[in-house]
């Protein structure tokens, strides 16, 4: 077992911090990709709404978010341990799972066979949309 990502908030009130810390560069992201794209005033001024930047936001959020990746057997002996609610996405019967618990004793997991960045990659959009979402 091993593990990806460098935050996993303890608390609500952790995770909101950490949302909102990521605002600004979330922001500088945006304005980065618009001028490669040679945006000028207007087309920017048009297309980079509130919204653009809060997905960018929850993006950099998720992608930061700590997963761990193991074998079933790993999950299973950890779903074991866990005081907590864990929603599973993916085929029961293949051999490695990543998962991710948030901060109210609720946990995520996507099982996958082969290809771990993309089962890591759905794992964090799933965590962010049904653990992080509401909260922050």
Do not use: C, I
């Not at 997905?55 to 959020?61: G, Q």
């Not at 193991?70 to 085929?91: I, K, L, P």
């Amino acid at each position: 077992m091993h593990t990806v990502g460098t935050f996993s908030p303890a608390t609500t009130e952790r995770a909101r911090e950490r949302y909102e810390a990521v605002g600004p560069a979330a922001q500088t992201v945006v304005r980065e990709v618009a001028k490669a794209m040679e945006f000028d005033r207007q087309e920017y001024d048009e297309r980079v709404t509130s919204d653009v930047v809060e997905t960018a936001r929850d993006a950099l959020f998720a992608s930061m978010l700590e997963v761990h990746v193991g074998s079933r057997q790993e999950f299973d002996e950890w779903v074991a341990s866990y005081d907590g609610e864990v929603t599973t996405v993916g085929h029961e019967s293949v051999d490695r799972v990543a998962w991710h618990a948030g901060p109210d004793s609720e946990a995520v997991a996507a099982t996958y066979q082969n290809e771990e960045d993309a089962a890591v990659a759905t794992l964090r959009r799933q965590a962010f949309g049904r653990l992080y979402r509401d909260l922050v």
